[in-house]
């Protein structure tokens, strides 16, 4: 069995399964979980208008501040196609060269460094972000890989995905947390 298409499998599994089974992010790093589940969002989530949108020929992925999880994706990647379209990897090391993708990860290094304005104006370009903590959900994020228990749940922040003009799927949102704005909690 060729080794990525072996990956392919382990990924589809952590990311449907990882909230719902603990033990099945156990034996992986976190970083490689969080590659995981970046790498199969857009199975997930609807974009308007995607091809105009897209960046015409190339789905683009934008990480900032975190090489490794970068690595992760662009080994999980090779060869493979999003929505029909061949995937770029970008690392970044600022906030200001997060525009032309599709997929903006932000380390929690670089959460403090971002503002409320920043990430609305990236959700009003259609663009996902995704960070690692409620904190990044409560400045604008769209989706946290939020650490619980020692294993990594997806939150949904549904008012800025809706500003964004991103759904998600049945069958994440069955997985996922949906973060409460109001409230402050998950």
């Not at 922040?157 to 949102?173: E, P």
Request: charged content about 20%; aromatic content about 10%; some cysteine.
């Amino acid at each position: 069995m060729k080794p990525v298409f072996l990956c392919g499998w382990v990924v589809l599994i952590v990311f449907l399964f990882a909230n719902s089974y603990p033990s099945v992010q156990a034996g992986f790093k976190p970083d490689q979980v969080k590659a995981a589940y970046i790498y199969n969002l857009p199975n997930f989530v609807s974009w308007p208008d995607f091809q105009e949108t897209a960046g015409e020929d190339i789905f683009i992925i934008k990480v900032l501040g975190n090489r490794s999880i970068a690595r992760y994706l662009e080994v999980l990647t090779q060869g493979e196609k999003i929505k029909g379209l061949p995937i770029s990897i970008v690392y970044i090391d600022s906030i200001y060269q997060a525009r032309n993708c599709k997929i903006l990860f932000v380390d929690n290094s670089y959460e403090d460094a971002v503002t409320d304005g920043q990430l609305a104006d990236l959700a009003n370009n259609g663009i996902l972000t995704v960070g690692e903590s409620l904190d990044f959900l409560k400045k604008g994020g769209i989706v946290g890989l939020v650490p619980v228990d020692k294993r990594i749940v997806v939150v949904v922040n549904l008012s800025m995905a809706q500003r964004a003009r991103i759904s998600f799927s049945s069958k994440l949102m069955k997985v996922a947390k949906v973060f409460q704005h109001e409230q402050g909690e998950e």
